[in-house]
């Protein structure tokens, strides 16, 4: 034993760090400088703002109302109803007047159209009412223009030429701005959902040709004609007519079950003479 241990009181007391070693136990945790004390008391739980998780339990996932999504269905819902546009084909004898005049009107209003003639050629006002101008269907409205545009000699009198006058140039210039050449019903393979006449001779022959294809795609079809006269200004007035007719048989949406009722509202508000028929393709 040192002896001076005994003399110094300091000396006397064991080292409590070799008492540890000796007797196995483990040294107390030290506690980092800043870190709260664990558990923590009940003021700190009462001003913490945050939530305290113990570190032995994982963080409870949050109940709230946004969280809680039901299981997703296999019930798809239903797609809405497609309803393609209509198509109309605007018809007169040989795809000048009165048929162009309906099928500018409705293209400029936005409507799916395409025009055709009945006729057996394409007959024009001439030098006189026993010679008219004849040219075979597919002849290109420009090509049409330029010809009588050329061979019509100028009046002395007046500074418009003959076919100026009487409108036949205006109308091939604006036929020719809407699309190539007249076009003949008989030869057209495009299958329309609403045929409008201009006259009843037009409305027999699409009839007719349409019985005669025999309905191979059992594709039904409304034929309306309306009673034009051929000339300029009863084009006018019926391209007004067929721009209303249109608009009621696109906006319904069961035309075989309001083709009635559309028709006799066309007749009240119109002075044409109508008639109706339902072929099929």
Request: overall charge neutral; proline content about 10%.
């Given at each position: 034993?040192?002896p001076?241990?005994?003399?110094?009181?300091?000396?006397a007391?064991a080292d409590p760090?070799?008492?540890?070693?000796?007797?196995?136990s483990?040294a107390?945790?030290?506690q980092a400088?800043?870190?709260a004390?664990?558990?923590?008391?009940?003021?700190?739980?009462?001003?913490s703002?945050?939530p305290?998780v113990h570190p032995?339990?994982?963080?409870?996932?949050?109940?709230?109302?946004?969280?809680?999504?039901?299981?997703?269905?296999?019930?798809m819902?239903?797609?809405?109803?497609y309803?393609?546009?209509?198509?109309f084909?605007?018809?007169?004898?040989?795809?000048?007047?009165?048929?162009m005049?309906?099928h500018?009107?409705?293209?400029?209003a936005?409507?799916?159209?395409?025009?055709?003639?009945?006729?057996?050629?394409?007959?024009?006002?001439?030098?006189?009412?026993?010679k008219?101008?004849?040219?075979p269907?597919?002849?290109p409205?420009?090509t049409?223009?330029?010809?009588?545009?050329?061979?019509d000699p100028?009046?002395?009198?007046?500074?418009f030429?003959r076919?100026?006058?009487?409108?036949?140039?205006?109308?091939?210039?604006?036929?020719?701005k809407?699309k190539?050449?007249?076009?003949?019903?008989?030869?057209?393979?495009?299958?329309?959902?609403?045929?409008?006449t201009?006259?009843?001779r037009?409305?027999?022959?699409?009839c007719?040709d349409?019985?005669?294809?025999?309905?191979?795609?059992?594709?039904?079809?409304?034929v309306?004609?309306?009673?034009i006269?051929?000339?300029?200004e009863?084009?006018l007035i019926?391209?007004k007519?067929?721009?209303d007719?249109?608009?009621?048989i696109?906006?319904?949406?069961?035309?075989?079950?309001?083709?009635?009722?559309?028709?006799?509202a066309q007749?009240?508000?119109?002075?044409?003479?109508?008639?109706?028929?339902v072929a099929?393709?």
């Amino acid at each position: 034993m040192d002896p001076r241990r005994a003399r110094d009181p300091r000396l006397a007391r064991a080292d409590p760090r070799l008492q540890r070693l000796t007797s196995g136990s483990p040294a107390p945790p030290q506690q980092a400088q800043g870190s709260a004390p664990w558990p923590p008391t009940d003021a700190q739980l009462l001003t913490s703002s945050q939530p305290v998780v113990h570190p032995s339990q994982p963080p409870v996932p949050s109940t709230s109302s946004s969280s809680m999504v039901p299981p997703s269905s296999n019930v798809m819902p239903s797609p809405s109803a497609y309803k393609p546009r209509t198509l109309f084909c605007v018809v007169c004898a040989s795809n000048q007047n009165r048929s162009m005049e309906g099928h500018h009107v409705l293209q400029k209003a936005g409507y799916r159209v395409i025009s055709c003639g009945t006729g057996s050629a394409v007959r024009l006002p001439g030098p006189s009412i026993d010679k008219p101008n004849i040219y075979p269907f597919g002849t290109p409205y420009n090509t049409i223009y330029e010809e009588l545009h050329a061979k019509d000699p100028r009046l002395n009198w007046s500074f418009f030429s003959r076919y100026t006058a009487n409108g036949l140039l205006q109308m091939l210039d604006r036929n020719r701005k809407i699309k190539l050449a007249p076009e003949r019903w008989q030869e057209s393979r495009t299958v329309a959902d609403v045929v409008i006449t201009c006259e009843e001779r037009c409305f027999d022959a699409v009839c007719d040709d349409l019985l005669g294809r025999g309905g191979e795609f059992n594709k039904p079809v409304h034929v309306i004609n309306i009673e034009i006269k051929d000339n300029h200004e009863e084009a006018l007035i019926a391209g007004k007519a067929m721009l209303d007719l249109a608009g009621a048989i696109e906006a319904s949406q069961d035309l075989d079950e309001d083709i009635d009722r559309i028709l006799q509202a066309q007749q009240e508000r119109h002075p044409h003479s109508i008639l109706h028929s339902v072929a099929f393709y």
